[in-house]
């Protein structure tokens, strides 16, 4: 990904909440979610994960159900922390020409 993509990208969701009167910083955390979502999509873990809440809803009827700034997911298999933090920094790593990166190390549980 260059830097150029990254910023081009972000001059485009610029422009979105002026059509949309959407704020831009939930404009940008909610370009973040979807694009770990997809990330998310096309790694061997996405059968073991549904999504649920606002995020959903915006799929289903075109617009937001509510502003959101996280993405609910129901998990199926083993939930400890360990496998978590393996799991979601292995999504991380997928690389995609969005001008997002996510840092997988900085994944951490609790």
Not at 26 to 32: A, D, H, I, K, S
Not at 36 to 42: H, P, Q
């Amino acid at each position: 990904m260059s830097a150029n993509r990254a910023a081009s990208i972000r001059a485009r969701l610029k422009q979105h909440p002026a059509t949309s009167k959407q704020d831009f910083n939930l404009t940008l955390t909610r370009y973040g979610l979807e694009r770990l979502l997809y990330r998310l999509s096309v790694s061997e873990h996405a059968p073991n994960f549904l999504l649920k809440g606002a995020l959903l809803f915006q799929l289903w009827y075109g617009h937001p159900h509510r502003p959101t700034r996280d993405a609910d997911l129901l998990g199926f298999g083993p939930d400890d922390v360990p496998t978590m933090v393996g799991v979601f920094r292995s999504i991380c790593r997928i690389t995609v020409d969005d001008g997002i990166v996510f840092d997988p190390e900085s994944v951490a549980g609790a």
